[in-house]
């Protein structure tokens, strides 16, 4: 098929994928209705055309966390996404690598930190909030002693969202693993390269904790019974003291959060509802992003996710507050279609169009993006008035 845009690589992912696969990637929480906001207020965030302003030279570089980069994008952590492609961690860490971009790896990933950081360049490590503090102490060990250069604590998961898709997929609930065999047997292309080729399926990272049963089956039961609702912000203090470097916290979707999170002396923040995979009917990260961003934007690095599909989501996402943005479903598709080829595909698509976008609205360097670009600037969200832009 002709893959030319995100959408198409979600279809070409949707053909080659089980079932249970596709579905826990595309998938959110409960009626999806945040998962939705997050793509639809993006997009309907209208850009201001502007012409005749001489943007022959068009710069996508930008610094983030004192590192320059080439787009002012990074590969968000996704979970287990070395069973979307073989390896699959490792091929989207090239991908990034060789589009000077950062990649984030997820606690729950397939390949382990190890494995990972030796094809990534820069390389972020994620961390959830394991009930086992000593074993998050040896992550952020084991994170530093590879040469993570930030550490991307995610604050949203307490405990996992209600997602209906997983149980109907197979993904969880009953005969779980008799139901994804089932559907494996039916896309032989994935079951030879990633389900046989692709193996160990183990998480990588948890598997001095859970030994040989760090299989998918575990993955769903260990998320529920590891996760720690009971952290508060004074609890972060000793990971500020146990790492160093750059400390972004993930998940944040209020003003308040974001400046405990300044408090705690974080160096940025990724506002985020996990893409709309745990509280449903929160506030798209569209509409969440300018507050946030007026309210810590001068003092620490503001990054945003969800619903990022295209160069031009990118851009308007930076021109709402954001110093750069993570992408996650977005990469997955790419790297569930083509591997690292298509992860390649993608950044050179979202660059191309990151480029048109500069163009018309007039811009030529990424600091240089600002509220000014958008055709309703200065008009602000109003949450009283229902779900319209005023
Ligand atoms: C399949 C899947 C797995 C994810 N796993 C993680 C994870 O392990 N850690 C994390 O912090 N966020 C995780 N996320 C959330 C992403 O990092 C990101 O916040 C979200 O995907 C952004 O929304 P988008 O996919 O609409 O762009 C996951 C998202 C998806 C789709």
């Not at 619903?307 to 996402?317: A, P, Q």
Request: hydrophobic letters at 45%; one cysteine or more.
């Amino acid at each position: 098929m002709i893959i030319s845009s995100t959408g198409d690589f979600r279809e070409a992912a949707r053909r080659r994928l089980p079932r249970f696969l596709f579905d826990y990637a595309d998938g959110g929480a409960n009626a999806e209705e945040t998962l939705r906001r997050n793509v639809s207020d993006l997009s309907s965030v209208a850009l201001r055309q502007r012409v005749l302003r001489d943007v022959a030279t068009i710069d996508l570089k930008t610094t983030l966390f004192g590192r320059e980069i080439a787009l002012p994008v990074a590969l968000g952590p996704v979970g287990i996404s070395g069973m979307y492609a073989r390896r699959g961690e490792v091929q989207a860490a090239r991908a990034a690598a060789a589009a000077g971009i950062p990649t984030c790896l997820s606690t729950v990933s397939i390949c382990s930190i190890e494995e990972v950081a030796r094809a990534a360049e820069p390389f972020w490590f994620q961390l959830y909030v394991i009930r086992d503090r000593a074993f998050m102490r040896d992550l952020i060990t084991r994170a530093k002693i590879a040469g993570a250069e930030a550490l991307v604590f995610t604050v949203d998961m307490p405990v996992p969202g209600a997602r209906y898709r997983d149980a109907h997929s197979g993904m969880s609930g009953p005969r779980g693993p008799l139901r994804r065999a089932v559907q494996a047997m039916g896309k032989p292309g994935w079951a030879w390269d990633v389900g046989v080729r692709g193996r160990p399926h183990m998480l990588g990272n948890l598997l001095p904790v859970l030994g040989a049963n760090s299989g998918l089956n575990d993955y769903m039961g260990w998320l529920g019974a590891n996760f720690d609702p009971t952290i508060q912000w004074r609890d972060l203090d000793w990971i500020r003291a146990a790492w160093d470097g750059p400390l972004i916290i993930k998940g944040i979707l209020d003003p308040e959060d974001a400046r405990e999170a300044a408090r705690i002396g974080a160096d940025g923040i990724v506002v985020s509802n996990h893409g709309g995979r745990q509280l449903d009917g929160v506030l798209s990260t569209t509409r969440a992003l300018p507050d946030i961003a007026e309210a810590v934007g001068d003092t620490m690095t503001v990054l945003a996710d969800g619903g990022i599909r295209s160069g031009l989501d990118v851009v308007r996402m930076l021109a709402l507050g954001a110093q750069g943005v993570l992408l996650g479903r977005a990469w997955v598709y790419a790297l569930a279609a083509q591997g690292e080829a298509g992860v390649t595909k993608l950044l050179d698509l979202i660059a191309r169009e990151m480029t048109v976008a500069m163009t018309l609205t007039g811009v030529n360097r990424i600091v240089a993006i600002d509220r000014s670009i958008l055709a309703d600037a200065g008009r602000r969200y109003d949450a009283t008035n229902g779900s319209d832009w005023v």
